[in-house]
Nanobody
Framework: QVQLVESGGGLVQAGGSLRLSCVVS????????MGWFRQRPGKERVFVAA????????NYADSVKGRFTISRDNNKNTVYLQMYSLKPEDTAVYYC?????????????????WGQGTQVTVSS
């Protein structure tokens, strides 16, 4: 059973930074593509960032390019989302997800495993 546990969310002022972490159980973490998604209140869950299994490819939503960075540490079974220059519109529940095919897609259907989410609130 693969489990994903996010942490690092919280309340931050606009312009501030946060780093989200997602620890993945299981020995096959290094073969997974990993993604971050977010869901704002009253909205659908949408893609934020993704990284391939060997970290040779990253992908970002246009709304976060240049402000967010996704990375992974396969020795720690952890994927990170470093968020800079946060805006009130970044307020959402952030979810990490694992893609067993290793690609790290923008498509939610590519991900078989999901965390429970961590709340990020950016005040103006």
């Amino acid at each position: 059973q693969v489990q994903l546990v996010e942490s690092g969310g919280g309340l931050v002022q606009a312009g501030g930074s946060l780093r989200l972490s997602c620890v993945v159980s299981g020995r096959t973490f290094k073969t997974y593509g990993m993604g971050w998604f977010r869901q704002r209140p009253g909205k659908e869950r949408v893609f934020v960032a993704a990284i391939s299994w060997i970290a040779d490819s990253t992908n970002y939503a246009d709304s976060v390019k240049g402000r967010f960075t996704i990375s992974r540490d396969n020795n720690k079974n952890t994927v990170y989302l470093q968020m800079y220059s946060l805006k009130p519109e970044d307020t959402a529940v952030y979810y990490c997800a694992a893609d067993p095919y290793g690609v790290g897609s923008e498509q939610q259907l590519s991900y078989d495993y999901w965390g429970q989410g961590t709340q990020v609130t950016v005040s103006s």
